[in-house]
């Protein structure tokens, strides 16, 4: 899910009225967006997996980029009925493959 309409969706949700556009949801905003259960959630954050930014009033915000790799690995979890630990690990390869495919174009127009 590109960025683009992670924001689209974040604008429309009830109650969210910011000042200005943010790269950062909250943790009500991430369970809604993403389907997540909160103790899953809080199991993520413990593993490291997700590193949330804490306000002062020591609330999490998640990053947009966190939000799409979370609703993938619920797709994982839900389509494919893998465990969360099998999930993040595939995220993580997925990322890494775009990562590598970034990296290959960027060559091929140096070249």
Do not use: C
Not at 59 to 76: A, G, S
Request: charged letters at 35%; a negative charge.
């Amino acid at each position: 899910m590109p960025n683009k309409r992670l924001r689209e969706m974040m604008m429309q949700l009830p109650g969210l009225n910011l000042p200005e556009r943010s790269e950062y949801v909250a943790w009500a905003q991430l369970v809604e967006l993403t389907s997540i259960q909160p103790g899953d959630m809080a199991e993520l954050i413990e593993l490291g997996w997700i590193n949330p930014k804490k306000t002062r009033a020591e609330e999490y915000l998640f990053r947009l980029r966190d939000v799409y790799r979370i609703h993938k690995l619920m797709r994982l979890v839900n389509d494919l009925e893998m465990s969360f630990d099998s999930g993040s690990i595939v995220v993580d390869l997925l990322d890494r493959v775009e990562e590598l495919e970034k990296e290959v174009e960027e060559l091929k127009r140096l070249v």
